[in-house]
Each structure stands twice: as structure tokens, then as C-alpha cells.
T-cell receptor
Framework: AQRVTQPEKLLSVFKGAPVELKCNYS??????LFWYVQYSRQRLQLLLR??SRESIKGFTADLNKGETSFHLKKPFAQEEDSAMYYC????????????FGKGTKLSVKP | DAGVTQSPTHLIKTRGQHVTLRCSPI?????VSWYQQVLGQGPQFIFQ???????GRGNFPDRFSARQFPNYSSELNVNALLLGDSALYLC?????????????FGPGTRLTVT
């Protein structure tokens, strides 16, 4: 079954420290993976998708098919990065529906 | 454009009642998807509509139904409400089928079943 696992419920770091939010997936075939972010009192929004290979707000994520991982990284965390982060994949057998992980709450302390 | 809009913002219902949630997609978007987000979990897919036809259905009971109107807005209906239906219901729209196009989420409707 297709599944997304985010092992950390909460990740707390100090401003300026590196951040890595973990995401592992279970999928047969070539997955299409995303990171979504939800800032306090805002709606869920796309942060980045692996096929675009972009760096958004200093965040990057590399798809590692061997380890079935898509970890989100940022070298220097900022307080405004504090938010809920969700890893998701597109259900290839469907019409593009998203399968989400449970999310990781990132807290960046001053 | 205000983005995806959903109504109502909050709703309190009693077990056994019926509820209708509404979603207006971004102007020009033809696809609407519904997700349920229970506290502490990620969103879970319920339905997808594209060009007014159901294109996908998640693992939810028949008490859940939806439809899309000619103006591409959508309704999610839940009958015989259970306590476990308490959740944030999210609507997302995309320009065309979401397999190729970004999904934009609304603010959600918070449903509480007592």
C-alpha cells in the first residue's frame, strides 16, 4: 500500500541551526513527491515538489529512491520557518490524489 | 482572487444529523478535491471531481457524497453523522486534473459532532 511516514511529530531547533525534516515513502513505481507547509492561521500550501528541483525559502529536498526518502533540509533555520510540514505523494493509480504523512511541527527558537 | 473559499467556517452538529459543506474553487479551476483532516493526522483524500464528474473516491463510507456544479463549485454531504466525523474538511482546486497541476487548498470547515 502507498504510504508516507514522517517519524517526528515535533522538531525543535535554534535559529541558525540546520534543519532536516524526515519523510519516507512506500510506493511501487516512480513516485511524485511534495512538501506542503501550514503556517499558523494560514491555509495549507505547496512548498516544493521534487520534479521541479527548486529551492524555496532556502529549503531543498532530494528524492532518494534507494532509501525511499524525501527529506526536507535547510542549512540555517529562521524563526519564520516555524510551521507544520507535511510530506505527500501523488497516488499514481488515481487521478492525482494526494497521500499525506501525519506531519512534523517545526519550532525554531530564537 | 480570494483563492479557494469554503463555507461555513465552523459547524457543530449532533450525532445522526446531516451536514453540507461548500467549496468555491479559484476562478478558472475545473477540478475540486475534498480531504478530511482529523486532529493530529495529515489530510486524507475523500473525493475528486473534474468537469462535474467524480474521478476518484477515497476509503470513506457511503454516508459521504459530493457533487460539482456547472460553475465548478462543489458540495460535500455527510449523512448520519458519527462522533468520528469530527474533523477539518479541506477543499482543494486545480486548473485541470490534479495529477499534473498544483492543488490549492481552502481554509477548511471545522466540523464538530457532539
Amino acid at each position: 500500500a502507498q504510504r508516507v511516514t514522517q517519524p517526528e511529530k515535533l522538531l525543535s531547533v535554534f535559529k541558525g541551526a540546520p534543519v532536516e525534516l524526515k519523510c519516507n515513502y512506500s510506493y511501487s513505481g516512480s513516485p511524485e513527491l511534495f512538501w506542503y507547509v501550514q503556517y499558523s492561521r494560514q491555509r495549507l500550501q505547496l512548498l516544493l515538489r521534487h520534479i521541479s528541483r527548486e529551492s524555496i525559502k532556502g529549503f531543498t529536498a532530494d528524492l532518494n529512491k534507494g532509501e525511499t526518502s524525501f527529506h526536507l533540509k535547510k542549512p540555517f533555520a529562521q524563526e519564520e520557518d516555524s510551521a507544520m510540514y507535511y510530506c505527500a505523494l501523488i497516488d499514481g493509480g488515481s487521478q492525482g490524489n494526494l497521500i499525506f504523512g501525519k506531519g512534523t511541527k517545526l519550532s525554531v527558537k530564537p | 482572487d480570494a483563492g479557494v473559499t469554503q463555507s461555513p467556517t465552523h459547524l457543530i452538529k449532533t450525532r445522526g444529523q446531516h451536514v453540507t459543506l461548500r467549496c468555491s474553487p479559484i476562478s478558472g479551476h475545473k477540478s475540486v478535491s475534498w480531504y478530511q483532516q482529523v486532529l493530529g493526522q495529515g489530510p486524507q483524500f475523500i473525493f475528486q471531481y473534474y468537469e462535474k464528474e467524480e474521478r476518484g473516491r477515497g476509503n470513506f463510507p457511503d454516508r459521504f457524497s459530493a457533487r460539482q456544479f456547472p460553475n465548478y463549485s462543489s458540495e460535500l454531504n455527510v449523512n448520519a453523522l458519527l462522533l468520528g466525523d469530527s474533523a477539518l474538511y479541506l477543499c482543494a482546486s486545480s486548473l485541470e486534473r490534479p495529477a499534473r497541476y498544483e492543488q490549492y487548498f481552502g481554509p477548511g470547515t471545522r466540523l464538530t459532532v457532539t
